[in-house]
């Protein structure tokens, strides 16, 4: 005998709460960075010690594409969008910045880790719960 939750497909569920939560940590991430000039500079001093080539603008464009890609991702619009530039940002700093060590140091490991959710989600698309679910079906 199926349950009620069994007898619904819910495929979409555990995507949709990966791109929810990778869009909560996104925002998080990003908003500092726009918003306080200390932060910025703390982050630019980093990009600086890891040897990051024209290190202001890629800490902008870092802390930026954090904010945006959270808010696509946490809106569940763009989605595939906000998941590259997650990748690409995740990608930099896993293995440019902190230089690959995902399983010595834990920083490389959590960024790896949202590397891999930015995989999944690209990979996965959009799910019924999301805005792009609904801008689809507008079309159809």
């Known amino acids: 005998m199926e349950t ?3 007898k619904r497909n819910n495929s979409d569920l555990p995507l949709t709460i990966l791109r929810i939560w990778l869009g909560i940590a996104f925002i998080m991430h990003g908003l500092p960075g726009i918003f306080s000039e200390d932060y910025m500079a703390g982050h630019f001093g980093m990009m600086e010690v890891y040897n ?3 290190p202001l603008l890629m800490a902008y464009l870092s802390k930026g594409g954090e904010l945006l890609a959270g808010l696509l991702l946490l809106l569940g619009i763009f989605t595939r969008f906000g998941a590259l530039i997650v990748i690409i940002n995740m ?4 293995f440019l910045a902190m230089r690959g060590d995902i399983f010595g140091d834990f920083q490389t490991q959590m960024s790896f880790t949202y590397l891999i959710i930015g995989v999944a989600i690209l990979l996965g698309g959009i799910t019924k719960y999301s805005l792009d679910w609904l801008m689809a079906a507008r079309q159809r």
């Open 91 to 94: 990608t930099v700093a896993t």
């Open 4 to 6: 009620a939750i069994q």
């Open 52 to 54: 990051i080539p024209a």
